[in-house]
């Protein structure tokens, strides 16, 4: 989305990932698959390989969890169907 009104902020887009995609890519180490789940949703079913950090500890721990800034991160918040 681009505003052409002065003072406006731009709201940059986020690319998508396909289902096909991560299933794929998921042993790809250039891949971080974050799942922002709860904790107890996140120990019912995750997809493997997954990490997670719920949406509600992110600004904290996203540097800790994620700590290579080049990496590519897919995020997730509901089952892999």
């Known amino acids: 989305m681009t505003s052409h009104q002065p003072g406006a902020e731009q709201i940059p ?6 289902r096909e995609e991560v299933l794929e890519r998921l042993r790809d180490p250039s891949l971080a698959l974050l799942n922002v789940l709860p904790r107890e949703a996140f120990a019912v079913e ?16 996203a540097g800790e969890v994620l700590p290579n800034n080049l990496q590519e991160i897919a995020v997730y918040c509901g089952s892999f169907t």
């Open 13 to 18: 887009t986020v690319p998508e990932i396909s």
């Open 46 to 61: 995750h997809i493997p390989g997954s990490i997670n950090l719920p949406v509600s500890e992110l600004n904290q721990r």
